[in-house]
C-alpha cells in the first residue's frame, strides 16, 4: 500500500484548500452576478479542476456527457460532486441537510444545486416541475438515486421517483459510474464519506493520500420511449453496479 502523505504536507494541503475556497467564495459574490451562463460554467469546471488538483485526485473519463441529460450516478463522497464538474456542467441535486454545511452548504446553493427535502410531497412535486424545466431547456441534471453514499466498493437500491422528470421532459438518461483508485492503482474507500464520518474527517483522509484516481463511465443514453420509472431505474443501477464491481476480485 502506498505511504500516508507526512503531517507537514497535510497541513499544508488543507491550508490551501481553505484558500481556494475563499477563492470561490469571492468568484461567487463578485463575478457571478455579472457572468452569462457560458462563464459560469467556465468557473464552475476550473475551479473543480483545482480544487481536485490541490486534493492530489486526477480523473479518468470514459464515454461522452450528452447536452441537457439526466445523469444518474452512484454516490460515494462529496467530492463525487466535483469530479462530474471538472468535466461537464450539470445542475445537481442534494439532500436539504447539504445546505446547512458550513460554506460547502453556501457555495452550493450559489451554483445552482437544487436541495431536496425528503417526506414532503408538495415539495416533491415542485421539485419534479423544477426539473422538467431545466431539462427541457437543455441544462443537465445530476442525481444520486441511491440516496445516500458508500464505501465506493458497493451499491445501494436505487430509488427511481426521480426519474420521472427525464421521462416527462424527454431528456436523455445517462448512467455515470464513479470510481477511487490509490497510488498504486487498486480500488480504494480513501475518499468515501460515509457512515458517521464528519467533513474534516473525510478531508483528512483524502489528503493523507500521495495519489487518488478518480475513474468515470458514462453510458450511451439509455432508451426511454415506453418504459416507465422503476424499470428505467433498475437497469440504470444494473449498469452501474456491473462497472462497480468489475474489478473487486
Given at each position: 500500500?502506498?505511504?500516508?502523505?507526512?503531517?507537514p504536507i497535510r497541513a499544508l494541503r488543507l491550508a490551501l484548500?481553505?484558500?481556494h475556497l475563499a477563492t470561490g467564495l469571492a468568484t461567487i459574490v463578485l463575478r457571478f452576478p455579472f457572468a452569462d451562463a457560458?462563464?459560469?460554467?467556465?468557473l464552475r469546471?476550473?475551479?473543480?479542476?483545482?480544487?481536485?488538483?490541490l486534493c492530489g485526485i486526477e480523473v479518468e473519463r470514459h464515454g461522452e456527457f450528452a447536452a441537457g441529460a439526466l445523469l444518474a450516478l452512484n454516490h460515494v463522497s462529496w467530492i463525487d460532486v466535483f469530479v462530474v464538474l471538472s468535466q461537464?456542467?450539470?445542475t445537481f441535486i442534494a439532500k436539504a441537510e447539504v445546505r446547512r454545511w458550513p460554506l460547502i452548504g453556501w457555495l452550493a446553493a450559489r451554483n445552482g444545486t437544487i436541495f431536496l427535502r425528503r417526506g414532503s410531497r408538495g415539495h416533491a412535486a415542485a421539485l419534479a416541475?423544477?426539473?422538467v424545466s431545466h431539462l427541457r431547456q437543455g441544462q443537465s441534471v445530476a442525481l444520486f438515486p441511491e440516496g445516500t453514499t458508500t464505501d465506493g466498493l458497493s451499491l445501494h437500491p436505487f430509488h427511481a421517483a426521480l426519474l420521472q422528470?427525464?421521462?416527462d421532459a424527454g431528456a436523455p438518461v445517462q448512467a455515470v459510474a464513479i470510481r477511487y483508485y490509490d497510488a498504486s492503482g487498486r480500488r480504494t474507500t480513501a475518499a468515501a464519506?460515509?457512515?458517521q464520518m464528519t467533513l474534516m474527517q473525510s478531508l483528512w483522509r483524502i489528503v493523507s493520500e500521495p495519489r487518488l484516481r478518480a475513474r468515470i463511465d458514462v453510458s450511451l443514453p439509455f432508451s426511454i420511449h415506453g418504459i416507465d420509472r422503476k424499470a428505467l431505474g433498475r437497469a440504470l443501477e444494473a449498469w452501474i453496479r456491473e462497472r462497480v464491481q468489475e474489478d473487486l476480485a
Open positions: 500500500m502506498p505511504r500516508p502523505v507526512p503531517r484548500l481553505a484558500l457560458a462563464t459560469r460554467a467556465l469546471r476550473r475551479w473543480s479542476q483545482r480544487l481536485l488538483a461537464t456542467d450539470a416541475r423544477e426539473l422528470p427525464a421521462i464519506f460515509y457512515g
